[in-house]
């Protein structure tokens, strides 16, 4: 047969290859193809299952996600080094990417110590060395989520996330204002700020609330939106800048208002202009029987 | 010395009766080592079987001292590791996945691969498989149940799948940026799942077992595992090496073929097919030793590939 093979042109030699050869070629491509698909199976898996979760945090100093899912190798250094068991590996049908770290706020928060051991533990770099200060920890960012259950929203002095939080008055401040719906009290809002929170969980672990949390450390690229480039602040261009960028502006007087600041226009008691005793000039005619506007105030 | 070499010249009457090739000529299932545990005692006959079990189980236990006694010798997993908060251990197969995804690993991690990859290009690179592996256990137990319920057939894919499922694993890596292969990998998968837990990890290690049972023998260790097919490929110049240096007194009872992972690895060595001294130099080898156990007649030993003697 091989000699027939070798009498053929080598024209036709593909159309008439040898048996073994074509046995050969025909397994090849049966093993490789099983192999292919196989792999492509789990990349395919990998790709898709890698959307983390929004409530696993990833341990201080991880890489973002897509960097992190190449370097980390599953090994489980940074759970064993974590004095508070924080950190587990993820199992298999956990939805994180099975055997790579993270933790759930709400279970056990990250107590953001200041040798950072899971950092140091890590042999690949998946979680970064340069990050030495936890304080610029950027795990993910607390947002107080559900403003209509927080009972400090409700106009209560609950305060726990705000207390509990380890940047306290940087992370979480408690801005007050009025509340509305007794006309009287004030209301102190817990308000996070990017800037100062490491994303620890604390305040979520701490907040009173039955169940879920009102305050939640979400994945900054869920919590935050992106910045306006095209926006600037003008007084933050200012502030740079020790001066307005378009020169100061003419101020002119804007009238019953002479005494204060330029642009504030807020108006108190003593500012309202001082009404005589005698009649006004003009005065609507009330309709008769006094109508829906009394006039009443308490 | 090659006189001896050729098959089927023996008579039924040498065949030990419980061997692969005397059940086969009686129609009995086969007890392969049962001769040579009349031969040699059980203790000899099972000898590098213990030895390997009490070195798959010494390592796993190693790693679980930690977590359930509080000895932390040994920190990690077989993926990485880190002993006695010195030596650092790093799978060479994973760093280069790293790499091809685009990962530069810090020194100790490269380091640690290093270690291992130096231990495995000297000794013999599918040691991980038969002395390390806690899938092995796995595939043992099939393969051993397998010929005691006298399981025949079956569909094996080619022994060079592994080969190429090894390189589709790094071109995946390098395609989706990320260590893809290890979201389903059941041997870092199972040796993770024994120290850190397991979640639904026991149903992918349950499914090996059944695979090799009733599907494909030695299926998974023989044919697929793409890690294993890593280590043979540093175990090519390797040193240590099983030798059929007394070949001269085979029986021709094949016990040897049954119970070996890889078969096909036995014939040049024993038979003198396409080379002329004992080694068995095919990488695929794991060096178990079982050979070396289940020979009434010490056909086989472990030695190194320098000694060609017979």
Known sequence: MTMNDKVQPTGHAAASAPPARRRFLKDVAGVAGGAGLLALGAGLYAKQASALPATAIRPPGALPEDDFLAACVRCGLCVRDCPYKTLKLAELGDRVATGTPYFEARDIPCEMCEDIPCVVACPTGALDRTLVDITKAKMGLAVLIDQENCLNFLGLRCDVCYRVCPVIDQAITLERIHNPRSDRHAMLLPTVHSEHCTGCGKCEKACVLPGESAIKVLPIKLAQGSKAEHYLRSWEEKEAAGRSLIGDQVELPVRGLEGKAYGDTRVGPADLPQVPDQAPAYAPAKPAGGGLDSGWKP | ?310
């Open chain 2, 1 to 310: 010395m090659s006189a001896h070499v050729n098959a089927g010249a023996a008579p039924e009457c040498q065949v030990p009766p419980t061997s692969v090739r005397g059940a086969a000529l009686r129609g009995v299932v086969a007890r392969p080592g049962r001769e040579a545990v009349e031969a040699k005692g059980w203790l000899r006959a099972h000898k590098w079987l213990l030895l390997r079990r009490a070195s798959q189980l010494g390592i796993l236990a190693l790693f679980l001292a930690g977590p359930w006694l509080g000895w932390w010798i040994v920190k990690g997993n077989l993926s990485s590791s880190l002993t006695l908060g010195v030596l650092p251990l790093t799978d060479p197969f994973l760093v280069a996945q790293q790499l091809v995804a685009g990962h530069w690993p810090y020194q100790e991690s490269l380091l640690g691969a290093g270690i291992v990859l130096a231990f495995y290009l000297l000794f013999g690179g599918r040691l991980f498989c038969a002395w390390v592996c806690p899938v092995n256990l796995v595939t043992d137990a099939a393969a051993w149940l397998r010929r005691r319920l006298g399981l025949k057939g079956g569909k094996t894919p080619a022994g060079s799948t592994r080969y190429w499922l090894l390189g589709f694993v790094l071109v995946i890596a390098a395609a989706t940026g990320s260590l893809a292969w290890e979201w389903v990998n059941p041997v870092s998968m199972f040796h993770r799942g024994l120290i850190f837990g397991f979640g639904l990890a026991w149903g992918i290690v349950g499914g090996i077992f059944l695979y090799d049972l009733l599907i494909a023998p030695r299926g998974w260790c023989g044919h697929l595992c793409p890690q294993g097919a890593f280590y043979a490929l540093l175990g090519r110049a390797s040193v240590v090496k099983v030798a059929a240096d007394k070949r001269s007194a085979c029986n021709d009872c094949m016990d040897c073929f049954a119970v070996c992972p890889e078969p096909q690895v036995i014939r040049p060595a024993l038979k003198g097919v396409g080379q002329d001294h004992p080694l068995i130099l095919d990488a695929d080898c794991t060096t178990c030793g079982r050979c070396v156990d289940v020979c009434g007649k010490d056909v086989f030993r472990i030695t190194t590939r320098f000694n060609r003697s017979e």
